[in-house]
């Protein structure tokens, strides 16, 4: 499903400024303001599917969206996006492939970070990627020990029924 429409620049799209979400000085802020791209979702939407190419960095504006991923011929939910979260930093630091498939559950908007201007951004701003690169090894821990957390759940849920 192809996006409902893109509103230009993302005027008055974001709760917090651009400058605010990725702690960078206002001038590359104002830089990332200028390309953003405001993209409006009806449900069902799918914003990217994983492995396609990364279009950039995107932030979850309003509604809610679903991220799953395929992994070792399995398909996995990862949970839910909700706004303020910043989306496929993974990609976008990295191969520039999708690392998993976003799709809209309600109807929905995204702040959509063109590669260039994020790559304009990094040259004015060095720090910025790596601020953005420590956010994604938080991002790797949190769901490292949510995994962990589950995997728990389980073998807990599965001795206690062992042992009565």
């Given at each position: 499903?192809?996006?409902?429409?893109?509103?230009?620049?993302g005027e008055g799209?974001?709760?917090?400024?651009?400058?605010?979400?990725?702690?960078?000085?206002?001038?590359?802020?104002?830089?990332?303001?200028?390309?953003?791209?405001?993209?409006?979702?009806?449900?069902?939407?799918?914003?990217?599917?994983?492995?396609?190419?990364?279009?950039?960095?995107?932030?979850?504006?309003?509604?809610?969206?679903?991220?799953?991923?395929?992994?070792?011929?399995?398909?996995?939910?990862?949970?839910?996006?909700?706004?303020?979260?910043?989306?496929?930093?993974?990609?976008?630091?990295?191969?520039?492939?999708?690392?998993?498939?976003?799709?809209?559950?309600?109807?929905?908007?995204?702040?959509?970070?063109?590669?260039?201007?994020?790559?304009?951004?990094?040259?004015?701003?060095?720090?910025?990627?790596?601020?953005?690169?420590?956010?994604?090894?938080?991002?790797?821990?949190?769901?490292?020990?949510?995994?962990?957390?589950?995997?728990?759940?389980?073998?807990?849920?599965?001795?206690?029924?062992?042992?009565?």
């Amino acid at each position: 499903m192809q996006p409902e429409k893109a509103t230009g620049r993302g005027e008055g799209a974001a709760a917090r400024p651009i400058a605010e979400i990725l702690n960078c000085p206002p001038e590359t802020g104002h830089l990332l303001n200028a390309a953003a791209v405001c993209i409006d979702y009806d449900s069902g939407g799918i914003v990217f599917r994983q492995g396609g190419p990364c279009r950039g960095l995107y932030v979850v504006v309003s509604g809610q969206f679903l991220r799953k991923a395929e992994r070792l011929q399995a398909r996995l939910n990862l949970g839910s996006a909700r706004p303020g979260d910043l989306l496929e930093l993974g990609a976008a630091l990295g191969d520039s492939c999708h690392t998993f498939t976003l799709t809209a559950l309600t109807q929905a908007s995204v702040l959509m970070l063109p590669m260039d201007a994020l790559n304009q951004a990094f040259r004015s701003h060095p720090p910025m990627r790596m601020q953005l690169l420590e956010e994604l090894a938080r991002e790797v821990s949190r769901g490292y020990f949510a995994s962990c957390q589950d995997r728990n759940r389980k073998l807990r849920g599965r001795t206690s029924t062992t042992h009565l």
